[in-house]
């Protein structure tokens, strides 16, 4: 039965007992006993408690030899709050992130009004703290609507943890350039949603045999590679960090591949729908398939796939979508783009492991510790003193996607139906339960 709890204080002492305990940071894989302290990671390892010092403990959770690991880490996630709220909130968004494993999520700028003061990065700080079930970090934005340049500096003390105008792209390559600047001095990541909209305009699913199928405007691929092209020429003479968001094409993994090999800083992320899914999916006008970017070839998936084995791709990322089903009823060149991810990311991703591509490791990095050191996070690991943001995981129950019973506000998923392995029983944040599915 699923159940939810807002986290309470961190005064606790909990104790995870007869755990599969892995950190893919450390590659620490054992079988024993994890203490949680104050919400933080106290101690763990191999038949680390005895049954008198059970008796102290508020709470002792019997892991029955199911996986405990760190809490995802979702760094591309929209809440819709402030603005949005008939789409998705921040109780909703992240008590679908709870259900999905995720304890930490980096909310994106795009809502309205945009995350672009300290204002209203306040006002997500403070919901967040009263009503969500999770951790809730956000980017700021880059610009004012492309106009002119954020006060990256008070944003940054305000809480910021990296920029970006996600939803559109920085097309002016000054702002661009003074952005990574400040970015660099601030030591903080500016990530890009890589779409030049001159090369995009008008386009709703990817530009190929399947617009030409259902007779709609196609997005080409180079809309995504020329503007990260152009994003690593600006790089190549500053100290900054540049994320690319939610890559999809062929070329643009090349393009990074080459930045890294030259020793750049570049770090760049998928989502489950871009190595699990092609431009088939939208096929017979399916609204639920259209994103943006959109679902691309299948020598792009297969791309994407060899990329996340490489470790030219670091991250995985949901980049949750929420939309009420209205503005998905319209026709496809009108619907919005996106789709819901919280609550699949993990098990979506865990076919990548089931299916031998990635070993548990690897993919479970590309969750946690990986996009925890792009934020400048200390979460993401199984570490004494490490937050006790953790996931206790039946790696090998088979569970059919639901969207009818989703937390989030949202159902548009073209995912539903489909048969996973790998079930969250318990989310904990802070040494906190704050979901259960047992």
């Known amino acids: 039965m699923k159940k939810w709890n807002l986290p309470a204080g961190s005064d606790r002492k909990v104790a995870f007992i007869d755990a599969r305990i892995v950190d893919p940071e450390s590659g620490l894989e054992i079988l024993g006993d994890l203490v949680v302290h104050e919400g933080r990671i106290g101690d763990f390892g191999e038949s680390l408690l005895s049954d008198v010092e059970l008796k102290s403990f508020d709470e002792v959770i019997n892991c029955a030899g199911h996986l405990l690991i760190p809490g ?187 930045a890294k090999d030259r020793g750049m800083k570049v770090t760049c992320e998928v989502t489950p729908h871009h190595f699990l899914l092609t431009e088939e999916a939208v096929d017979g006008y399916n609204t639920a398939a259209k994103m943006n970017p959109p679902l691309r070839t299948e020598e792009d998936r297969l791309c994407m796939i060899g990329a996340l084995k490489d470790g030219t791709i670091d991250v995985i990322a949901s980049d949750h979508a929420p939309h009420n089903e209205v503005y998905k009823e319209l026709p496809l060149k009108e619907a919005a783009f996106g789709i819901v991810g919280l609550e699949t990311i993990l098990p979506l991703s865990l076919e990548l492991y089931h299916s031998g591509i990635l070993g548990l490791h690897s993919l479970l990095a590309k969750l946690t510790c990986n996009p925890a050191k792009i934020i400048g996070s200390e979460a993401g690991r199984i570490k004494v003193g490490s937050p006790a943001d953790l996931v206790l995981l039946d790696l090998d129950s088979e569970v059919r996607i639901n969207t009818k019973q989703f937390a989030s506000k949202s159902k548009n998923s073209p995912f539903g139906g489909r048969k996973t392995k790998g079930k969250v029983l318990r989310t904990i944040v802070g040494g906190n339960t704050v979901y259960t599915d047992i």
Request: net charge negative; glycine share 8%.
């Open 72 to 258: 995802i880490i979702d760094i591309h996630v929209h809440l819709r709050d402030p603005g949005q709220l008939q789409n998705e909130d921040i109780h909703s968004g992240t008590k679908s992130a709870a259900a999905g494993g995720v304890t930490t999520v980096v909310c994106q700028p795009n809502t309205d009004p945009p995350i672009d003061t300290v204002e209203t990065l306040a006002y997500i700080q403070d919901k967040a703290n009263k009503v969500g079930f999770v951790n809730v970090l956000c980017y700021a934005s880059i610009t004012r609507g492309g106009r002119d340049l954020t006060d990256m500096f008070a944003l940054h003390k305000a809480g910021a943890v990296g920029f970006t105008d996600d939803g559109l792209p920085v097309m002016n390559s000054l702002f661009m350039r003074q952005a990574f600047l400040n970015a660099a001095f601030l030591k903080v990541p500016v990530a890009q949603h890589a779409e030049d909209l001159n090369l995009s305009d008008g386009g709703c699913i990817n530009e190929g045999v399947m617009s030409h199928k259902l007779n709609v405007p196609g997005i080409t691929h180079l809309a995504e590679s020329v503007m990260v092209a152009r994003d690593i020429l600006l790089l190549e003479q500053l100290n900054a960090h540049y994320h690319v968001l939610h890559v999809s094409t062929k070329k643009t993994v090349e393009i990074v591949r080459a």
